[in-house]
């Protein structure tokens, strides 16, 4: 069964209104990030973080805050959603070891705000 | 700065023809660079199909392969003879063992007709 899980799959969120993605992670790996990925670009990372009630921000955090309440869950908040935030979101987990550098991807997230 | 480059899609393959997805990075602050390339299949998340960390050698996976060529800082993922079930959109990665450097291209998406 998948590893990562992202709920919703999808959502419409209206503009100024608050939105939370929610991953779950099953693979006991201590790192966890979000991406989102606009149509003709690449992943882009928003927030990670390596432990649990402890986040980073990566290279695109403004507009998103995020939560890590335990080693499994890592949540994507946008307080106020705006128009160039619809894009797909990504949830990724890895390793503390060796092979840190191979991250586990979820479905992804399709949110569209209005 | 630290980028990738990969082939524009969509890109439209017989089945039992060669295949050729270009990737070509630049790893400006990043000292030893990884090379990987994820797969999305339609409705999953990117799940890595091969990575090498060493300049010179060739990973391969399910009839993928790809050489890391530092001096043309390419990765170009080669596949001789294609099956419509690789399908699927391809994402070239550059990445290193700090998990907060990691950078993806845009993606190609790769139909095979049967």
């Known amino acids: 069964e998948a590893a990562v899980t992202q709920s919703p799959r999808s959502k419409v969120a209206v503009t100024g209104g608050k939105v939370t993605l929610s991953c779950h992670q099953t693979n006991n790996h201590d790192y966890m990030y979000w991406y989102r990925q606009d149509t003709g670009h690449g992943l882009r990372l928003i927030h990670y973080?390596?432990?649990?009630?402890?986040?980073e921000k990566g290279d695109i955090p403004d507009g998103y805050k995020a939560s890590r309440p335990s080693q499994e869950n890592f949540s994507l908040i946008l307080e106020l959603a705006s128009l160039s935030q619809t894009a797909v979101y990504f949830c990724?987990?890895?390793?503390?070891?060796?092979?840190?550098?191979?991250?586990?991807f979820g479905p992804g997230t399709r949110l569209l705000v209005l | 700065g630290d980028s990738v480059t990969q082939t524009e899609g969509p890109v439209t393959v017989s089945e039992s023809e060669s295949l050729i997805i270009n990737c070509t990075y630049s790893a400006t602050s990043i000292a030893y660079p990884n090379l990987f390339w994820y797969v999305r299949y339609p409705g999953e998340g990117l799940q890595l199909l091969l990575k090498?960390?060493?300049?010179?050698q060739k990973g391969s996976s399910r009839g993928f392969e790809a050489t890391y060529n530092k001096e043309t800082t390419s990765f170009h993922l080669q596949k001789a003879s294609v099956q419509e079930s690789d399908s699927a959109v391809y994402y070239c990665a550059l990445g290193d063992t700090g998990y907060q450097n990691f950078y993806f291209g845009k993606g190609t998406s790769l139909t095979v007709i049967p």
């Open positions: 090498v960390i060493t300049a010179g």
């Open positions: 990724a987990s890895s390793d503390a070891g060796r092979d840190q550098d191979t991250q586990y």
């Open positions: 973080s390596y432990v649990a009630d402890s986040t």
